[in-house]
């Protein structure tokens, strides 16, 4: 029943930065797991951050360094910080959610989707 909106998508030059939102709507008051997850044409997603309801944060290696995720409960909204960008950062990126920690969930285990934004960066 969750709703994840995601917007925040664009297109910038190498070097540039981005801040990816993520709304969510119809979720269950609890513990949960929000996740970042980026696709490329002819590559499989993969995922970039992720953060949960006890604190947990965690960062994918090819983003490592250069994204900063971030939780603002106030207004049910997942964002992702992007700086440094490359062309290979090219994808559309998705929001995620599960209920449940970070620690427990792999891809497959997240059950909320939203439609993806398209960041594209050119060199």
């Known amino acids: 029943q969750a709703k994840l909106v995601e917007s925040g998508g664009g297109s910038v030059q190498s070097g540039g930065s981005l801040r990816l939102s993520c709304v969510a709507s119809g979720y269950n008051k609890g513990r949960y797991c929000m996740a970042w997850f980026r696709q490329a044409p002819g590559k499989e997603r993969e995922e970039v951050a992720r953060?949960?309801?006890?604190?947990?944060?965690g960062y994918a290696d090819s983003m490592k360094g250069r994204v900063t995720v971030s939780l603002d409960n106030a207004k049910n909204t997942l964002y992702l910080q992007m700086s440094s960008l490359k062309p290979e950062d090219t994808a559309i990126y998705y929001c995620?959610?599960?209920?449940?920690?970070?620690?427990?969930?792999?891809?497959?285990?997240?059950?909320?989707w939203g439609q993806g934004t398209q960041v594209t960066v050119s060199s």
């Open positions: 995620a959610r599960e209920a449940d920690a970070c620690s427990s969930l792999r891809e497959v285990d997240f059950g909320y």
């Open positions: 953060i949960d309801s006890v604190g947990f944060r």
